[in-house]
C-alpha cells in the first residue's frame, strides 16, 4: 500500500530497505524523494491516510511543517520523505545499505 500511494503522487527514487533482524525498531524503511516542499508533504499526508484507512493505529508523523524530511513511523515500516537537497545531505541509505544487502529500488 505504502509503494502503491508514492507511486501514485509521483514519489521519486523510491528505496526499500529490509531491516529484518537488523534492526528492533522496524522492518522495513522507505526511503523517497518529493520535487518541493508542498509535494514532500501531500506525498507524506497521504501515505498517512492510506496507513490509517487500512487500521494502522499508531501512525507517529514528524516533520510536516517544514516539509523538509517528513518522518512516518507506522512501527514495521518507517517512511522518510525528502526534498531532494536534503535526502544528499543525510543519505540515509549509504548509512543502512553498507550494513545491509538487502536493498531495492523502485
Known amino acids: 500500500m505504502i509503494l502503491s500511494r508514492l507511486e501514485d503522487m509521483k514519489a521519486e527514487d523510491t528505496v526499500t530497505i529490509d531491516l ?11 526511503v523517497t524523494t518529493g520535487r ?3 509535494h514532500v508533504g501531500a506525498v507524506a499526508e497521504n501515505v498517512a491516510k492510506g496507513l490509517k484507512e487500512t487500521g494502522v493505529k499508531k501512525v507517529h508523523i514528524e516533520g510536516l511543517p517544514n516539509c523538509d524530511w517528513v518522518l512516518i513511523d507506522s512501527g514495521d515500516v518507517i517512511v522518510h520523505v525528502f526534498r531532494p537537497e536534503v535526502r544528499e545531505f543525510y543519505n540515509l541509505e549509504r548509512l543502512w545499505i553498507q550494513n545491509t544487502a ?5
Open 102 to 106: 538487502t536493498a531495492k529500488t523502485v
Open 20 to 30: 529484518r533482524g537488523k534492526s528492533a525498531f522496524s522492518d522495513y524503511m522507505v
Open 36 to 38: 518541493s516542499n508542498r
